[in-house]
Structure formats: structure tokens, C-alpha cells
């Protein structure tokens, strides 16, 4: 039996699996050995100093500079916001599969155990926690839920999640370079777009929207999605004559677990709490949350429940921070498009 299994291998399971290792704790890092790709992420500059508090600067390798974003958030046009002057340094392009490679390869170094396989469901018992995976069972004696996924995370500790927005992200990686460095955003009727760099001169372009949206426009098909785009100011700004031949769909709901923790577990990351990638923060969130989470478990173990709820009290502040920021963001944009995606989210959330 392991002292704790760590289900998810993306930043906060690897950041919770590296503060354990850090303290001598035995453990397992139950990684899918089918991860989904993501497109290019931008970071926060704290993502430098997150990543070398956890002795993971060496991850940095699959990050790039980004010296800002243009965007046309609440403006009738692009409005640049340089983060080169910024006293923390500037923010960063996050290459992920590279990166969560790099993560996982740095807690194995570490010391974690590095399972490749499905985690399908759990159980509890007195004394341990038996965590099912289609390589076999995984006991262990305490655990960390990092599976990005609030509903994975309800259905393992029977609770229900709390949902407060569902989007979805349409995105294509488009064979072209692109000069800039910074992250493009464009907002429509139907959504937003970005665009930004890719790996080996390819770029990324991202179509968020909801559920209707996605009935009303198919972006997930590809003639669909290009047409779509080759409406938007960035296509254009861009030159960007190449046309998409697969579209990639991610969901990227607003939502997270009522309870965060129990007796023998804790929820990290986008499982724990999921916000849409608008603040550009859930990565280094997902590590912050991942070390924070990792040290109430241990805590807690000892009868310690005081470092349980100052995590607690953390998540919610995240949670009172991204309402704040986002509110008065929706509401300048459904002034600007009265009626379509805009519109629909005028009350978020509900
Ligand atoms: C389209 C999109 C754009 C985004 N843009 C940004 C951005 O620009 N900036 C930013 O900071 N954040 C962005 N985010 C958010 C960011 O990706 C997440 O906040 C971050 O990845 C959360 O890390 P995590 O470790 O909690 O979860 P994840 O990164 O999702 O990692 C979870 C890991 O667990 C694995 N897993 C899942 N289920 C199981 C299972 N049952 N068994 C074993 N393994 C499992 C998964 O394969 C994955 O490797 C974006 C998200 C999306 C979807």
C-alpha cells in the first residue's frame, strides 16, 4: 500500500505529487495514458517562480515568453496590454504537452511512482482507499483528485458538482507561423477567439462558445469552423490563408465541488475548481492548488485541519476573484453584442 495515490497526471496532480515527495511521502501518480491535447496556454508570470518553489523551473523549457494581449475585450477594437513592463516579468506561453511531460518526468525524478493507466472509480475503506484502474487497483492510504474534471471528482466522493457555466473550445493548429508574441483575442456575436503561437511553426486558433453556438454554427466540423474564422479581424490581421483540417473540441465549464476535501482525500486543480481560461491562470492555479492541497492532506492526517480550510478559504477566493473580473467583462460585451452568446450569459452566473 502506498501512502498516497495522486489520480491525474497535468499540473496539479504533478505539483501535489512533488510537495508529497518533498515531505518522504511514499506515491503513485495514476497518469491517463491517453491525455487530451490542449492548444498553447498563456500563464501568469508567477508561473516562473510557482514552477522553482516546487523545484520544477526545469519545465520552463516548454514555456516561451508572451509580451502581452491584444484584445478587443470591452473596446470597439484591439486594445494592446504589454506585460513587458510588468515588475514580475513578463507572461508566458505554455507549450502543454511538452510541459506536462516535462512536469511528470520531474516528480518521477522526485521519487513518485509513475502509473500509466485509467483511473475508473474509487472506494473507501476504514483504514485506506482502493482506487480501481484499468492497470489494477491502486491502494493507498489517502488521496488527491487532480483529474481536471469536477465530475469525476463528484462521482468519486458522491457529492454532485456545481456547475455555473458550460463552454465549449473549438481549435485547430494551423500550419503557419506567427511573427507575434502576443496573445490575439477577438470577441464575436457567437463567442470568442484567440490566436497564438504553436510548436514548430504552426500557430493555434480557438473558437470558444456554448452550447448553442455549437448547434447553430458545427464548428466542429472543419468547413464550418473555417468559415467561421475567415470572418474574424484576426484571420485577416493575421494572413492567415491556411485552412484547418481537424478541429479539436474541449469542454471548459465554470464549476467545482461543493466539498474539496474529506477524510482520506483531497480534490486538486480543475478538479477542485474549474474556471474558464479567460484570466489565463488555471495552469499556475493548477499548481498552486496542487502543493496547497497536497500539504492539508498531510496535515489533516496529523489532526491538523487548520491548513483543510485555509485551502478551502483560498478556492474560494479564487472562485470571488474570477466573478469579479469576469462580470463587468460580460456585461461590456453584451453591450456590445445584445444579443447571441453575450446576451445568454447576462446573468451569469445563475
Ligand atoms: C481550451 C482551453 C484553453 C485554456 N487556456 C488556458 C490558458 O490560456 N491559461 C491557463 O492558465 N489555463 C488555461 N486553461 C485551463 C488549464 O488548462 C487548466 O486550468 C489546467 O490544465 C488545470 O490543470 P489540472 O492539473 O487541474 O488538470 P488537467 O491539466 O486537465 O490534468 C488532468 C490530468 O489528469 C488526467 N486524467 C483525467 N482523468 C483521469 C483518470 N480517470 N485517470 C488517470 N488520469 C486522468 C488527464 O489526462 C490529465 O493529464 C485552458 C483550458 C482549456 C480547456
Redesign the pocket.
Known amino acids: 500500500m502506498v501512502d498516497v495515490a495522486v489520480?491525474?497526471?497535468?499540473?496539479?496532480?504533478c505539483a501535489a505529487a512533488l510537495t508529497l515527495r518533498t515531505c518522504g511521502v511514499v506515491t503513485t501518480i495514476?497518469?491517463?495514458p491517453?491525455?487530451?491535447e490542449?492548444?498553447t496556454?498563456?500563464?501568469v508570470p508567477r508561473l516562473k517562480h510557482l514552477l522553482q518553489s516546487l523545484g520544477a523551473g526545469e519545465a520552463l523549457v516548454a514555456c516561451e515568453p508572451c509580451y502581452g494581449i491584444e484584445s478587443s475585450w470591452g473596446a470597439p477594437g484591439p486594445v494592446l496590454r504589454p506585460t513587458i513592463l510588468d515588475p514580475s516579468g513578463h507572461a508566458w506561453f505554455?507549450h502543454?504537452d511538452r510541459f506536462?511531460a516535462s512536469l511528470v518526468r520531474l516528480a518521477g525524478a522526485a521519487g513518485a511512482v509513475r502509473l500509466e493507466?485509467?483511473?475508473?472509480s474509487v472506494s473507501f475503506a476504514d483504514d485506506r482507499v482502493i482506487v480501481s484502474?484499468t492497470a489494477g487497483p491502486v491502494e493507498a492510504k489517502s488521496l488527491v483528485i487532480?483529474?481536471?474534471?469536477p465530475a469525476?471528482a463528484a462521482r468519486a466522493t458522491g457529492q454532485k458538482p456545481v456547475t455555473m457555466d458550460s463552454l465549449l473550445?473549438y481549435?485547430a493548429r494551423l500550419a503557419v507561423p506567427i511573427e507575434s508574441r502576443l496573445l490575439h483575442v477577438e470577441s464575436t456575436e457567437s463567442g470568442w477567439w484567440y490566436v497564438c503561437t504553436g510548436e514548430a511553426a504552426t500557430m493555434h486558433a480557438?473558437f470558444?462558445t456554448d452550447a448553442k453556438g455549437s448547434r447553430q454554427f458545427a464548428p466542429s466540423k472543419p468547413e464550418q469552423w473555417n468559415a467561421l474564422f475567415q470572418q474574424t479581424r484576426l484571420s485577416h490581421q493575421h494572413v492567415l490563408g491556411d485552412r484547418a483540417g481537424q478541429i479539436h473540441c474541449?469542454?471548459?465549464s465554470v464549476a467545482g465541488l461543493a466539498c474539496r476535501h474529506g477524510p482520506r482525500w483531497v480534490a486538486?486543480?480543475?478538479?477542485a475548481l474549474?474556471l474558464d481560461?479567460i484570466g489565463?491562470?488555471?495552469?499556475?492555479?493548477?499548481l498552486e492548488?496542487?502543493a496547497l492541497a497536497a500539504r492539508a492532506l498531510l496535515a489533516g492526517e496529523q489532526g491538523n485541519t487548520a491548513a483543510a480550510e485555509s485551502y478551502d478559504r483560498w478556492e474560494n477566493g479564487l472562485l470571488a476573484e474570477f466573478l469579479k473580473r469576469r462580470t463587468p467583462l460580460y456585461a461590456a460585451e453584451t453591450q456590445k453584442y445584445p444579443v447571441g452568446f453575450w446576451a445568454r450569459r447576462a446573468h451569469f452566473p445563475k
Do not use: M
Request: aromatic share 4%.
Open positions: 489520480v491525474g497526471g497535468g499540473p496539479a496532480g495514476i497518469a491517463s491517453r491525455p487530451r490542449k492548444p496556454e498563456t500563464a505554455i502543454r506536462d493507466a485509467e483511473a475508473t484502474t487532480a483529474t481536471g474534471s469525476w473550445c481549435w480557438c470558444l474541449l469542454p471548459v486538486a486543480g480543475d478538479a474549474k481560461p489565463s491562470s488555471g495552469t499556475a492555479t493548477a492548488s496542487g
